[in-house]
């Protein structure tokens, strides 16, 4: 299975996936080494995900993508308060829902935090996570001692964005990556089996 994983941080979302071939973009150089550290079997390039995405997302069947989530988590609250200016959400997350939604002809997942506001576009809701995909993923028990989401931690956005404490700050659940890649799969079983099922009706 062809995978694409977008913002991968060192990879904690990825930490249980087998079988599977997996491409991997990071933006910070050191985060990207230690990843390819960790998983020297990826595919691992330093860049732009938000560009990526756009460039190739059709050679992947399955694109798993955590855009930064500073600027839409509860934080802000706080954030906005104490900054001497407030900023904007980033709305690249929202760019990558309806992009993949409509073109990724693919399985995908978006994963963010739980947002200070409304969501745009109503997500499935498993612990502190937000996830965004096109194949039903059941809802799971997460350890109440989770922390963090399944992205590396960003300091800023876009292009300017980088980590801060890179060891202490990529807080992850591989359980729920595990999880959600097993859901993709399951999906693409059916879809090849009722596509074959479709096809010797076909000649009945």
Request: glycine fraction near 6%; aromatic fraction near 12%.
């Amino acid at each position: 299975m062809e995978i694409l994983n977008l913002y991968c941080g060192i990879g904690g979302n990825r930490k249980l996936w087998t079988d599977c071939n997996v491409t991997a973009v990071e933006l910070d150089e050191k985060i990207a080494a230690k990843y390819a550290e960790l998983y020297p079997n990826d595919k691992v390039i330093v860049g732009d995900a938000h560009e990526y995405l756009l460039d190739h997302y059709k050679e992947f069947e399955f694109i798993w993508t955590s855009p930064p989530c500073q600027t839409h988590s509860r934080t802000n609250y706080f954030t906005n308060a104490i900054r001497k200016r407030s900023r904007y959400p980033d709305m690249s997350l929202y760019q990558e829902i309806i992009f993949l939604q409509q073109f990724c002809k693919g399985l995908f997942c978006v994963e963010n935090v739980i947002g200070y506001y409304e969501p745009l576009i109503k997500p499935i809701e498993i612990g502190r996570h937000y996830l965004w995909t096109n194949f039903a993923v059941p809802k799971i028990e997460l350890p109440k001692t989770e922390i963090g989401t399944m992205m590396k931690q960003y300091v800023g956005t876009g292009k300017h964005a980088h980590d801060k404490k890179l060891e202490n700050r990529n807080a992850v659940n591989s359980d729920l990556g595990l999880h959600i890649l097993n859901c993709a799969v399951g999906k693409i079983l059916i879809k090849k089996d009722y596509e074959q099922h479709s096809l010797f009706g076909a000649g009945m």
